[in-house]
């Protein structure tokens, strides 16, 4: 009987370190979908951003000077 209860024991330390092991491994794969997508985001995406901004800028002087909005 204390066989069985051994192996049971080993089982559950196996799949409680299953489990660890994958949240581990989830944990690092979200690491480096982020690092590899900060990475990806080149200059030209920020020029775009801020070329973006403005002409945003641009449009709201201007339709200040004019009076409208």
């Known amino acids: 009987m204390s066989a069985h ?5 080993s ?4 799949t409680n ?3 660890f ?3 581990c491994m989830t ?3 979200v690491e480096s979908l ?3 997508a900060t990475s990806r ?5 920020f020029e775009n951003a801020i ?3 403005q002409l945003e800028e641009q449009d709201d002087v201007g339709a200040s000077e004019s009076g409208g909005s």
């Open 11 to 14: 089982t559950q330390r196996l």
């Open 51 to 53: 070329r973006e901004y």
């Open 27 to 29: 944990q690092l794969s």
């Open 21 to 23: 092991v994958s949240v």
């Open 5 to 9: 209860c051994s192996a049971l024991t």
């Open 41 to 45: 985001i080149g200059d030209n995406a």
């Open 17 to 19: 370190s299953r489990e």
């Open 34 to 36: 982020i690092t590899s």
